[in-house]
């Protein structure tokens, strides 16, 4: 179904029940765009998970810096400081 807005993207309601997903559609005719989209699959596919010791290191890497951080901002309380660590840590291991 074409929505009229500019900021909305294509979809079928049909297929966001069935996946319970967020979806765009798009028809592909340009043989740059199926390419790119070929190459985008297969390096989504062929993506290797990190090993643990990996995402530990990089974990480790951003307790190093809250650390480094607390030093200059002692004010925060305790939560705040657990939630920065925690997305700190995550968005470490995410950007791996």
Not at 19 to 48: E, H, P, Q
Not at 59 to 73: D, F, H, L, P, W
Request: one cysteine or more; a positive charge; hydrophobic letters at 40%.
């Amino acid at each position: 179904m074409r929505r009229s807005h500019p900021s909305i993207n294509n979809f079928n309601e049909w297929l966001i029940s069935a996946c319970r997903s967020n979806m765009d559609i798009k028809f592909i005719l340009s043989g740059n765009d199926a390419k790119a989209l070929v190459y985008y699959i297969t390096d989504y596919v062929t993506k290797s998970t990190p090993a643990f010791h990996d995402m530990f290191a990089v974990a480790q890497q951003g307790v190093k810096s809250i650390e480094q951080q607390r030093v200059t901002n002692s004010i925060d309380n305790a939560i705040e400081k657990s939630r920065k660590l925690v997305l700190r840590c995550y968005n470490m291991i995410a950007s791996q």
